[in-house]
C-alpha cells in the first residue's frame, strides 16, 4: 500500500514538473516570436506604368506611390511639338494625383503643375479651366491606360 502511494505521489510530481516546464517552453516561443515580427510594418512603393499611344503622339508616365506620396517620369512626344521629358512629385488626394511636372523643353528648364484622374484602369490629364484654379476639366483623347512596367 505504502509502495502505491508512493508511486502515485511521484507520479503526480511529475506530471505537474512537466506541466510547468510546457508552459515556459511556450512563454519562451511566444517571446521569441514576438520579437522577431517588425515593430512599424514597412510600406511597400508600387510601381506603376501608364501609356497613351496613337499613330502620332505618345504620352509615357512611370510612377512609383507610398502611401499618397508618388514621384515618377513623364514623357510627352507629341507630333511637331518638342519632345518633353521630365519628373514628377506629388499626392494623391482621392482618385486625382496632384504634382509638379519638371521638364526640359527647348533647352530650358520648366516646372507646371499637372494633375491625372484615375478611372478603372486610366489616368487622365486635367487642367485648371479659366481663372478659376479649382474647377478642372480632363481630356479624355489623351488617356493614358495602365501598361505592364517592363513593356514601355
Not at 506604368?49 to 507629341?78: F, H, P, Q, W
Not at 511639338?81 to 530650358?108: C, H, P, Q, W
Not at 491625372?116 to 483623347?141: C, H, M, V
Amino acid at each position: 500500500m505504502k509502495t502505491g502511494l508512493l508511486i502515485l505521489s511521484l507520479g503526480g510530481i511529475l506530471m505537474i514538473s512537466c506541466k510547468n516546464n510546457e508552459n515556459q517552453e511556450a512563454k519562451k516561443s511566444e517571446s521569441v516570436v514576438q520579437s522577431q515580427q517588425p515593430e512599424d510594418e514597412e510600406e511597400i512603393p508600387v510601381k506603376m506604368c501608364y501609356l497613351y499611344a496613337s499613330e502620332t503622339d505618345t504620352i509615357s508616365l512611370n510612377i512609383e506611390k507610398l502611401n499618397k506620396n508618388v514621384s515618377g517620369s513623364l514623357v510627352y512626344m507629341l507630333y511637331e511639338k518638342d519632345v518633353n521629358r521630365g519628373e514628377i512629385s506629388g499626392i494623391m488626394k482621392g482618385d486625382t494625383l496632384f504634382a509638379d511636372y519638371e521638364f526640359m523643353s527647348e533647352g530650358k528648364n520648366s516646372v507646371r503643375p499637372i494633375m491625372f484622374l484615375q478611372k478603372g484602369n486610366q489616368l487622365i490629364e486635367g487642367y485648371a479651366s479659366g481663372q478659376d484654379s479649382t474647377a478642372y476639366k480632363f481630356n479624355e483623347d489623351f488617356a493614358l491606360t495602365r501598361t505592364n512596367c517592363g513593356v514601355n
